[in-house]
């Protein structure tokens, strides 16, 4: 008898609802057994699933996917490698369940504190990137939590072989398979099911393009850790040392464009804006890089820029166009980061300190650098193994979300016979 999407989704959930209660309760050693599982699982598979993503290519490139699309769809050798790497990081990791800090005693002699607990159960909805399948459920797994995973249909194919790789995995370690769990359907409805199913969902995560999550963020009836886009500025204060200063603008652009970290907005000091864009621009032309600049940075680049408009502050373009400015001073620089940005990451180039903890206290971001390209801002490079997405609310997570967003704390109490006098 067939199904119908709502019945479906409930039986997902029911599933996920019972692994995350043998998660609870899973030691160190079974999840990392879990996870080495899943790695030798991976390994075994990799001709398959990269064939499968093959697949999800062609087919991506018949339904004419841009190009920022088509890139975070595709799992190289090397992509390959780096979700690996990935895994054997989280495996390495510290698990931080059962954890309790802050004990102390009261005047009554019971001692109170605090023990880090998994969520329970996650929702992840995302798009593209089949990389995402492996490292949602590894953290998941290391954190305690089952979780449901939602990729996009773009992805299909890939997603099925990763998965079955990571349930083959969880099979063999006697972890439940439920614990984690691909919906197997492109419906849309199933989404709506996911984000408003209470009684089995904890928390949902989702991964993708700004509408994905603008609907996500208005529609769940659960909890969401989320960031709508990735608005990245970097700043190239007048005290920049310009060796550093080229290399760090040059990398935050062009290093990947269709990744969340890349930078859209460029903003130079206007004393030493003469200087340096006519080299940074050299470096775009090199990469193909497309500028949109405001009447100083068009009078100084002449032909090489053209005019940016008021919405080219706000975009995130996801490919080789840049916006860029040139601005008075670290005042204005803050001001049109906190007002076009996107609160994710933001850096300052400058030698001079003092200027370098201003721009640290004032941009309300998730991430602030300093002589750092913001392509660091992920998990795998802030040490956390992986991460499940990035935050840019300011309530449990924030920033690169890893194990520790990944659970909660209950209060514990320790007593000796002690009754409340």
């Known amino acids: 008898m067939q199904v119908s999407i709502e019945q479906y989704m409930q039986m997902v959930g029911q599933n996920a609802r019972e692994a995350s209660r043998f ?11 879990a996870l080495s599982a899943i790695y030798t699982a991976l390994v075994n598979n990799e001709s398959q699933i990269l064939a499968a993503n093959q697949i999800d290519m062609t087919q991506g490139r018949e339904k004419n996917l841009d190009s920022a699309l088509l890139d975070r769809l595709e799992l190289t050798p090397t992509r390959f490698k780096g979700m690996l790497q990935g895994l054997k990081d989280v495996i390495a990791l510290i698990d931080p369940i059962g954890e309790i800090t802050d004990l102390a005693y009261r005047p009554s002699g019971i001692q109170i504190g605090k023990m880090r607990v998994p969520l329970g159960v996650v929702g ?56 984690v769990q691909v919906v197997n359907t492109a419906d849309r409805a199933a989404v709506g099911q996911l984000i408003t199913m209470s009684e089995y969902v904890d928390v949902i995560v989702p991964r993708g393009g700004k509408g994905l ?30 060796h550093k200063a080229l290399p ?28 340096f864009l006519p080299r940074i621009a050299e470096l775009y032309a090199e990469k193909q890089v497309e500028l949109r600049g405001c009447l100083e940075v068009q009078r100084i680049l002449g032909s090489a820029v053209k005019p940016a408009s008021e919405e080219d502050w706000y975009e995130e373009y996801l490919g080789p166009i840049l916006a860029v400015k040139v601005v008075s001073g670290i005042d204005e620089a803050i001001l049109h980061i906190n007002k076009y940005g996107s609160h994710h990451t933001d850096s300052i180039i400058t030698e001079n300190f003092t200027l370098a903890r201003k721009f640290l206290t004032r941009v309300d971001s998730s991430s602030v650098m300093v002589n750092a390209s913001t392509r660091f801002a992920d998990g795998f490079e802030y ?39």
């Open 23 to 33: 998660l609870a309760g899973a030691s160190t050693f079974e999840k990392n057994n």
């Open 124 to 179: 992840m909805i995302y798009e593209s990137r089949p990389n995402v399948t492996l490292e949602a459920a590894s953290l998941a797994i290391k954190s305690g939590n089952a979780i449901i995973l939602r990729g996009g249909s773009e992805a299909l194919q890939s997603n099925k072989a990763i998965a079955a790789a990571i349930q083959h995995g969880l099979k063999t370690a006697g972890v439940p398979e439920n614990a």
């Open 213 to 242: 999550i603008e609907r996500i963020t208005h529609e769940a009836t659960i909890p969401v850790i989320k960031h709508l886009d990735g608005n990245c500025h970097v700043f190239v204060e007048a005290q920049a040392d310009l």
């Open 248 to 275: 760090i603008a040059l990398n935050a652009k062009t290093h990947r464009y269709g990744v969340c970290n890349a930078m859209e907005t460029l903003l130079v000091d206007a004393k030493v804006a003469e200087e």
């Open 383 to 421: 040490g956390l193994g992986a991460e499940i997405g990035i935050s840019t609310d300011k309530i449990h997570a924030r920033g690169p979300v890893g194990l520790e967003g990944l659970t909660s704390q209950k209060w514990i109490v320790l007593g000796d016979g002690q009754i409340r006098q």
